[in-house]
């Protein structure tokens, strides 16, 4: 079978690449901060084990409604409002098991061959790769070092912009 020529333009990731090189270093006696995946190895939290363990036992084990489910997403829309100062309706919030199948959703549903994407970088490496496999421009921003943290530049970012920009990747919380 000859599969579609769009697969040439899916990228990899080079996360895993780096990982192989962590598990080698590691097994090497040396020391590793394995933060190259995203996975911050921080224990579940006590409640959350508790509610996971509850929901077992109670048969909750089955599929959830596709955007999640609703006292999750009340949750969060009142959770992010008061972060965030606005008001957010929980059927404008979606749960999702991962990032990938999303951003990949998200950026067919927009895109169109040619158009452009600003991402961030350094970020998330699916980014790139989604944004080429679905015919588009990857288009990376930068962020400064500030005495406030890493705040994207600006400057930097405008300079980017075109009439071929279609979206902009803002990655907040970054793990």
Same mark, same amino acid.
């Given at each position: 079978?000859?599969?579609?020529?769009?697969?040439?333009?899916?990228?990899?990731?080079?996360?895993?690449?780096?990982?192989?090189?962590?598990?080698?270093?590691?097994?090497?006696?040396?020391?590793?901060?394995?933060?190259?995946?995203?996975?911050?190895?921080?224990?579940? !939290?006590? @409640? *959350? +084990?508790?509610?996971?363990?509850?929901?077992?036992?109670? /048969? =909750?084990?089955?599929?959830?409604?596709?955007?999640?489910?609703?006292?999750?997403?009340?949750?969060?829309?009142?959770?992010?409002?008061?972060?965030?100062?606005?008001?957010?309706? !929980?059927? @404008? *919030? +979606?749960?999702?098991?991962?990032?990938?199948?999303?951003? /990949? =959703?998200?950026?067919?549903?927009?895109?169109?061959?040619?158009?452009?994407?600003?991402?961030?970088?350094?970020?998330?490496?699916?980014?790139?790769?989604?944004?080429?496999?679905?015919?588009?421009?990857?288009?990376?921003?930068?962020?400064?070092?500030?005495?406030? /943290?890493?705040?994207?530049?600006?400057?930097?970012?405008?300079?980017?912009?075109?009439?071929?920009?279609?979206?902009?990747?803002?990655?907040?919380?970054?793990?």
């Amino acid at each position: 079978m000859k599969l579609a020529t769009r697969l040439d333009r899916l990228g990899t990731e080079t996360a895993f690449a780096v990982a192989a090189t962590a598990a080698d270093w590691l097994s090497k006696g040396n020391e590793v901060f394995p933060f190259h995946l995203g996975d911050l190895n921080l224990a579940t !939290p006590a @409640n *959350i +084990a508790e509610a996971m363990q509850r929901a077992v036992l109670e /048969g =909750k084990t089955g599929y959830c409604p596709n955007a999640g489910i609703a006292p999750l997403r009340l949750a969060l829309a009142e959770s992010l409002g008061k972060q965030r100062g606005v008001s957010f309706a !929980p059927e @404008n *919030i +979606a749960v999702q098991p991962g990032g990938k199948p999303v951003i /990949g =959703k998200f950026l067919r549903s927009v895109m169109n061959p040619g158009d452009e994407v600003l991402y961030p970088n350094p970020g998330f490496p699916i980014y790139e790769s989604q944004i080429e496999f679905n015919d588009g421009v990857a288009v990376p921003y930068r962020y400064l070092d500030t005495p406030n /943290g890493f705040q994207i530049d600006l400057d930097y970012l405008k300079s980017k912009i075109s009439s071929k920009t279609k979206a902009l990747i803002l990655n907040d919380q970054q793990n």
